[in-house]
């Protein structure tokens, strides 16, 4: 069985359908998965898990002794483990555990957000994903104003044609990534112009996907990933304000009262709005007439 989770994408000819972290796990723990792709994204957290919350199971199953005997025996689950043996599941661990500290007093926001190679059929597994832009914007943690920018498309060298399912998304054509660095050059410049000598400073991101997609590229060029202690401001919002959906980044603008700006899936632009969002996230503003229970939409950031 070949599984698509995904809450708003039809799953391709031969694969079967779920919309919830639960319903995939459930068809894990039958034994009859062979392949799994995994939408890191399900609009409402609480209620539906993300793809991580799969990778989770996966992991968890391994080390629980109710699900231990069905996940050692699951083919798909001893090849994630082969692949998250030694130093790099070691490093994987310590993100996660990074991301659970609180937003203590930081002299800078680092806003990331990336692009990355994707498709809408299932011919590339998230696995595979390589980045395909870099957006960072500094944050004084003191007057929640820009310091500095970062960006930098980057050359993919596992699938280094762009399918047209990600050119239409991302607006990145094969022309701006053909004359890229590769990522570790792209990765250095990144830290050499907004991360090097500029602590205390948080990694901030609309979601988990940008932290796990910098793992996933650093551990596919063998480099150290070494990046400051992370923090999802999307369920930062969710808390702080007192909403019991998650949003994605555009409807968290609406709510605000902001507009969005630039191109929504171009990094840049997309981690220029999520930094406009920090003063209802680490700052005293408040949102007003907000509807707990508004329809997610669209939006899929």
Known sequence: MRVWLDDVRVAPSGWTWVKTSADAIALL?????????????????DAFGTGYSVVCWIEDGRRDARLRAAADAHPFCQRRWARQDGAGHRQHRAAAARESVAMTDPRFYLVIDLEATTSDDGSLPPEQMETIEIGAVLVDARTL???????????????????????????????????????????????????????????????????????????????????????????????????????????????????????????????????????????????HLVDPTAERGGDRS
Request: aromatic share 6%.
């Open 29 to 45: 723990a039958g034994g009859a998965v062979a392949e799994i792709s995994l939408d890191h994204d399900l609009g409402d957290d």
């Open 145 to 287: 104003e820009p310091e500095g920018e970062f960006q930098s498309f980057v050359r993919p060298v596992r699938h280094p044609q762009l399918l047209p399912f990600c050119t239409t998304l991302t607006d990145i054509t094969q022309a701006m990534v053909d004359d890229a660095p590769l990522f570790p050059e792209a990765f250095a410049a990144l830290r050499a112009k907004l991360i090097d000598h500029r602590h205390p400073l948080l990694f901030c991101s609309w979601g988990r996907y940008d932290r796990i997609q910098l793992e996933r590229d650093c551990g596919l060029r063998g480099i150290p990933n070494n990046m400051p202690a992370h923090v999802n401001v999307k369920t930062r919002f969710t808390d702080v304000q007192g909403i019991k959906k998650k949003l994605g980044m555009a409807q968290a603008l609406k709510h605000c009262g902001l507009p969005l700006e630039g191109a929504h899936h171009r990094g840049i632009d997309d981690a220029r709005n999520i930094a406009r969002l920090l003063p209802w996230i680490v700052g005293t503003k408040a949102l």
